[in-house]
């Protein structure tokens, strides 16, 4: 396998890069201060072609590989995983899931809206008694007519209060457990459905999180995605995807915190020496730098596995549960490293460590990622 990008690969990374420093870093405090990103962002990231990464350019895509994904991941996991969350999951769990999954019309009148930003996805799983156990969720979808009529609570959305259409997990039948699930999209305006802005979250305040309350939301038959009864396959194909760019994100986190670390340790200095001349000082950098290189290549590798078209789902578990884990104790690290500074938001390392926390819940907690690999290894499964 060959490490090294290609010219394009290292033109996208360089434009991410580019955005991040002019576009995000300047807004991080503020951002997170004021539990909100300026949503001129989202056009911005379109503009770029973020938003459309994979994607055919038939459907207004920018193309590229997953490897480019993943680096355009990183980068903005670098600058600020609130931004970065709204990519992975617009993107990520939304477009791609209708790029592969959509109807022809659906295509058309989804793709070219999210690909340019002029619209963004969410993706509506969870609910207040389903987390982990997404199979059972109870938000129902009857049949009436040539609609179907949904009731349900979906919590914790990201880009819940953004969005201009979920795709919506709702039982289309009685059979018990995740047979009876079927995926809609349904546009964010349909009467029925409201939303709330959840506050208080420890890290990605700047990220619209919502609870969504569906009351006899009708929408026609043509906004079901996919044949009815496979909505969960489609929810965990779209995940299995989704834990790469949320490990991108996380080895962004890792290498954020790496560089602020090494930069605040040859600046400070005790006992007369700046703390980089210290061995426990360069033990902890040494621990963050060992993470980043070994997260970044498990979700490199995920990427090529996609682009080869071969079975990747164990290893973006993988890669998820390992990035994800090593992003807390990066940003851990980094703390320590800052000593007293780095309990203050002036300082960028609380605010990594507040971000990263979430990484071993969401898109499957760790538990849930170690009973994938371990279902995998033993053929047995545990849930
Ligand atoms: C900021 C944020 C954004 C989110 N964004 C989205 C989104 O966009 N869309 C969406 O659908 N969801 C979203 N989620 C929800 C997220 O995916 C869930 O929180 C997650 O799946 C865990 O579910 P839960 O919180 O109900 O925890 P639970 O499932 O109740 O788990 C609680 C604990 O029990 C453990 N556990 C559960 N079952 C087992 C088991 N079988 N074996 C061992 N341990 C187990 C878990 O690992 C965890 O430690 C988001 C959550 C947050 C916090």
Redesign the pocket.
């Given at each position: 396998m060959n490490l090294e990008l290609s010219e394009e690969q290292t033109a996208v990374q360089q434009l991410a890069e580019e955005f991040v420093e002019r576009e995000i870093t300047p807004h991080v405090i503020e951002w997170d201060r004021a539990e909100d990103v300026d949503r001129s962002i989202v056009k911005k990231l379109g503009a770029l072609g973020f938003l459309g990464l994979t994607i055919d350019e038939e459907y207004g895509g920018s193309g590229g590989d997953h490897l480019a994904y993943c680096l355009v991941t990183e980068e903005l996991g670098r600058g600020d995983s609130s931004v970065r969350?709204i990519v992975s999951?617009s993107l990520g769990?939304v477009t791609k899931t209708i790029a592969y999954w959509g109807s022809e019309e659906q295509k058309r009148a989804w793709l070219p809206r999210l690909t340019s930003g002029d619209a963004i996805g969410?993706?509506?799983?969870?609910?207040?008694?389903?987390?982990?156990?997404?199979g059972n969720l109870v938000t129902r979808a009857v049949a009436d007519g040539g609609d179907y009529v949904i009731n349900g609570t979906?919590?914790?959305?990201?880009?819940?209060t953004w969005a201009d259409v979920v795709l919506l997990?709702a039982r289309t039948n009685d059979t018990p457990g995740h047979r009876g699930v079927s995926a809609f999209l349904v546009p964010t305006d349909t009467p029925g459905l409201t939303r709330r802005t959840?506050h208080g979250?420890l890290?990605?305040r700047g990220?619209a999180?919502a609870e969504l309350v569906l009351e006899d939301v009708r929408v026609p038959a043509a906004a079901l995605l996919g044949p009815e009864g496979k909505g969960f396959s489609i929810?965990m194909s779209a995940l299995a995807k989704g834990r790469m760019s949320v490990a991108a994100g996380c080895v962004g986190i890792a290498q954020a915190a790496l560089d602020a670390a090494v930069r605040y340790a040859g600046e400070r200095e005790q006992f007369g020496k700046s703390i980089a001349h210290y061995q426990l000082v360069q033990e902890l950098i040494s621990d963050i730098s060992v993470d980043v290189d070994a997260a970044r290549l498990l979700t490199w590798r995920v990427a090529d596995l996609i682009d080869r078209g071969r079975d990747f789902a164990t290893a973006a578990s993988k890669a998820k549960l390992f990035a994800s884990e090593a992003a807390v104790r990066a940003a851990n690290n980094a703390l320590q490293v800052f000593g007293g500074y780095g309990y203050i938001d002036e300082y960028p390392v609380g605010k990594l460590l507040r971000d990263a926390r979430?990484m071993t819940?969401?898109?499957?907690?760790?538990?849930?990622q170690?009973?994938i690999i371990g279902r995998a290894e033993t053929g047995i499964s545990?849930?």
């Open positions: 969350g999951v769990l969410c993706f509506g799983l969870t609910e207040p008694g389903t987390g982990s156990d997404a979906k919590m914790f959305i990201t880009n819940g997990f959840i979250k890290g990605l990220q999180t929810a979430v819940l969401y898109e499957g907690t760790s538990q849930i170690k009973l545990a849930f």
